[in-house]
């Protein structure tokens, strides 16, 4: 495990070029402007299997196709009336996802992340994007059932850290249980925080 993290330390090193900066809890922050590097990152370490979790429109999910060569996508959210969002409005969210997705066949989900997790199996994706429902519990949730989709020596990345306290909680929460100590943030008000799954 110690040589995949050197490794993919050593990509982030090398690709972006970047010196460590220390932020509270001494995370550094390798990647320069935001998550859409970790795109770039994904192709470099030649994923192709992924999963985003809380989709909305597909903007992401249609980025990480476009980037990330012979990517096996899956889209998981339920599209369901959510704080101001309206149930015809995520209908046009889900509409609009399906789109911009058709050409690259993924794998639409329209359930919530713990229905979906009986559709993945363990340990069978390379990288998971979380940034579904932003309840404490529910990110708790997320984190700790997708890490255990994504295999060992992948990346487990939540984003809307730095800028919604409960998921700043359940990252620190969860890094600290599972005493995974190199963790990074993309550099953006709200950050996606992201680690080597172990």
Not at 154 to 177: E, M, Q, R, S, W
Request: with cysteine.
């Amino acid at each position: 495990m110690a040589d995949i993290k050197n490794k993919i330390f050593k990509a982030f090193l090398q690709r972006y070029q970047e010196h460590h900066r220390n932020v509270p809890r001494s995370v550094p922050q390798i990647l320069r402007k935001d998550r859409r590097r970790l795109v770039v990152l994904f192709a470099d370490l030649g994923y192709t299997n992924g999963a985003e979790i809380g989709v909305r429109g597909g903007d992401f999910s249609l980025l990480l196709c476009q980037g990330v060569p012979n990517l096996k996508m899956i889209c998981v959210d339920p599209w369901a009336r959510y704080g101001g969002f309206s149930q015809e409005r995520q209908d046009l969210y889900w509409k609009q996802t399906c789109e911009k997705l058709s050409k690259y066949n993924p794998d639409i989900l329209r359930m919530t992340s713990m229905e979906a997790i009986n559709h993945v199996p363990d340990r069978s994706i390379d990288f998971v994007c979380i940034d579904g429902d932003h309840g404490f519990d529910s990110c708790m949730l997320d984190i700790i059932h997708w890490s255990k989709k994504v295999r060992r020596g992948g990346i487990v990345a939540a984003h809307d850290y730095g800028c919604i306290p409960n998921i700043n909680k359940a990252v620190d929460a969860y890094t600290l249980a599972h005493d995974i100590r190199s963790w990074y943030l993309t550099r953006e008000a709200c950050a996606t925080a992201f680690w080597v799954n172990p």
